[in-house]
């Protein structure tokens, strides 16, 4: 090859090169763009909720029960409907979520059953909460007779984020390697003694995650708890789940009525009067600072527990 | 040379393996692991090295569809480890195994050494500290993690590392090792040390290994088995084969001719 041909070619290297070099760059400003249109919003959307419910932010209005007065009414029955159903929530859907990611990855043969219910259970994270609404009216209500009650609610909200959880868990287990599962089962260990002693803690971060991003997300859902019938008005509390009696516990709660925090925001929005719309828009800061707050823990928690696991 | 006096300690008698795919990994390997003896396997990438040595602890069964043919005799007993009827687990409590890279668990240095007696059910402290001790001197690692066993094990370098897994591998006292090239992501220091360690070994219990690295398998092993596609090609004793294969294959592969 000739010199003149050799720089040539160069020349056509280097503009090709800095062609190819001008797509990162318009991607990179794309991508940011789109980025701040999401975070912008959300930010715009955060900062009028707390300067609409600004005047509403006190101890009161966490410890006051609804009432016929804006200015008095509270949150309470709401926040602790929200935490009661939470438990029922969490307590239904992680031991069953987690159970069935770990049976899905370890045990289940890889076949076309199998895949069939890989595809649905992916598919389940996306119907309509509503739908899950619909399902537990007929289910838990109807069928089996347990009322527009607590335990309805958190089962079916359990129902909602259980394949979030499994999603998650089985994303978890994934990610442990095969060189760490080998050498498991090359010392003699047996199945159920690698899950228990290695994948479920190896995979603790991921699963933990998964759970508070689920619970966030049923912390904030309206529909399918309208659908079953939760209260709008409560100004009592369920019986409380401590006694100071012997045997210390008591489940009358999970019978209760009671209301959530979504649904007490949605009630006072839809009053005509203008002064219940500030309680609203306290609620709804309160219910995103909580969202953040669970989901910044699922980050951190996450970060600390991949410190100590390095592959 | 192979002495009439000399037991065996395992064999394989005509063994093939199908991968689930359909590939057939081993084509008819019949060959001794005489007892307290170092035995190399070589041959080019490719010609089912690892797939011979993972038979042998039957960690081909942790993927279905694997299928071997034949048998792995284990002596005295006379157990076939591949017959149905026979636990892998049992035989892997029998035979362990170091890898090509280090996988300690992401515990401390104590537990690792440890998790082998746990699998089998012991709880005496008093007796995992001394196994733990005494893998960890037989593992020649001792010195460097008397005083941070309960730190974790990633905080090991390489070399340490692979050393705490032979320790893993030996806190149960097996009659068989396998090594899968385990040099091959050590730098020479940590390697000569692997090396003296196998050695050492070699006096407890009974080691075939895989290696890539001719010098090793001349340097540690007492017989060399040269395989090629899947097939046993030589197999002697190993300064008969690196000087004077019978097989043309083998010694155009030790002396670098080929692969
Ligand atoms: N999981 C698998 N499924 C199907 N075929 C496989 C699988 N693992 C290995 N093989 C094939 O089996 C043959 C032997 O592979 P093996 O890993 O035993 O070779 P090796 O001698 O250990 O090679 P290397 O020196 O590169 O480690 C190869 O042809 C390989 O492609
Ligand atoms: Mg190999």
Redesign the interface.
Known sequence: MTQASVLKNLDEVRAMIKRHKLNDYIFAIVGLIALMIGLLTLLTLFIDLVMDGFERFSLEFLTNYPSRRAVNAGLLSAWVGSLLVMVVTFLSAVPMGVAAGIYLEEYAPKNWFSDLIEINVTNLAGVPSIVYGLLALGLFVYILDLGQSILTAGLTLGLLILPVVIVATREAIRGIPVAIREAAYAVGATKWQVVSQHVIHYSFGGILTGVIIGMARALGETAPVITIGALTFIAFLPPSPVTTEPPFLNFEWLSSGFTVLPIQMFNWLSRPDHAFHVNAAATGALIIVVTLLMNGTAIWLRYRIRKNIKW | MVTATTPIKAESRDLNFYYSNGTRALKGISMPLYENKITALIGPSGCGKSTFLRCF?R?HD?Y?GNKYDGQIVMHPDNTNVLAHGVDP?EV??RI??V?Q?P????KSIYENVA??L???GEKNKRNIDDKVEEALKGAALWEEAKNRLHD?A?NLSGGQQQRL?IA??LA?DPEIMLFDEPTSALDPIATANIEELMSELRNKLTILVVTHNMQQAARVSDYTAYMYLGELIEYGDTDMIFTRPTRKETEDYITGKFG
């Open positions: 602890n960690m942790l279905p687990i892997r409590m362990s195994m890898f890279k996988n300690p668990f992401p998790y082998g746990r699998v089998r974790l990633f897994c893993r591998a149960t």
